[in-house]
């Protein structure tokens, strides 16, 4: 199984944009569907976006739709998480995570994960 590292996060103004990446190292990367998910204070885990193995199929949250962006690099064993026009609703701890098949947007369904990476949006 794929290891996985977050970094990117900050506190960012309202409005502005920060940029995700995940990294993966120890397993075969290119093999796996990319989740990222996110996790306010006292609520749950929700899916945000997810990329197929080959990039080919991609889905987003309806909450993030036309403001997030994930991409990855498959040579480079990394996923991006591209988020513009943030809003303080979208302050939270966010993880990614890989799984063999296709994006499900269930945290059941992936099998690694990373430790995550803080996003603080201020109004």
């Known amino acids: 199984q794929v290891q996985l590292q977050e970094s990117g996060g900050g506190l960012v103004q309202a409005g502005g944009s920060l940029r995700l990446s995940c990294a993966g190292s120890?397993?075969?990367?290119?093999?796996?569907?990319m989740g990222w998910f996110r996790q306010a204070p006292g609520k749950e885990r929700e899916f945000v976006a997810g990329?197929?193995?080959?990039?080919?199929?991609?889905s987003y949250a309806d909450s993030v739709k036309g403001r997030f962006t994930i991409s990855r690099t498959n040579a480079a064993h990394t996923v991006y998480l591209q988020m513009d026009s943030l809003k303080p609703e979208d302050t939270a701890v966010y993880y990614c995570?890989?799984?063999?098949?296709?994006?499900?947007?269930?945290?059941?369904?992936?099998?690694?994960w990373g430790q995550g990476t803080q996003v603080t949006v201020s109004a």
């Open positions: 995570a890989s799984r063999s098949g296709p994006i499900q947007t269930v945290t059941i369904a992936y099998i690694s």
């Open positions: 990329i197929s193995w080959e990039g080919g199929s991609i």
């Open positions: 120890g397993g075969s990367f290119r093999d796996y569907t």
